[in-house]
């Protein structure tokens, strides 16, 4: 069955970095588009975003844009997540999913950006 594995988060200060990976398995994962969302406490899920299976085509939420940078490496089943110039903000729980038809989500990895 299809599972998603995130990992990579932690505790950085405002500015700093993080590098998110999911590791994707039970389906053939470059023929997916793929997603990074994130929820913070009391919020809803949302869209950080997401990449195409060719990893030609990206697109961003407007509050990561020009900060995040999604990537993928078919041949490793992953896909990643650059975090610069973190800010309070962006603490929440982050997760990756198929974009277009989800399956199940994972465990999902924490970023905390605190001073």
């Known amino acids: 069955q299809v599972q998603l594995v995130e990992s990579g988060g932690g505790l950085v200060q405002p500015g700093g970095s993080l590098r998110l990976a999911c590791a994707a398995s039970?389906?053939?994962?470059?023929?997916?588009?793929m997603g990074w969302y994130r929820q913070a406490p009391g919020k809803e899920r949302e869209l950080v975003a997401f990449?195409?299976?060719?990893?030609?085509?990206?697109s961003y939420a407007d509050s990561v844009r020009g900060r995040f940078t999604i990537s993928r490496d078919n041949a490793k089943n992953t896909v990643y997540l650059q975090m610069n110039s973190l800010n309070v903000e962006d603490t929440a729980m982050y997760y990756c999913?198929?974009?277009?038809?989800?399956?199940?989500w994972g465990q999902g990895t924490q970023a905390t950006v605190s001073s």
């Open positions: 999913n198929r974009h277009f038809s989800r399956a199940s």
């Open positions: 039970g389906f053939t994962f470059s023929n997916y588009y």
């Open positions: 990449i195409s299976g060719d990893g030609r085509s990206t």
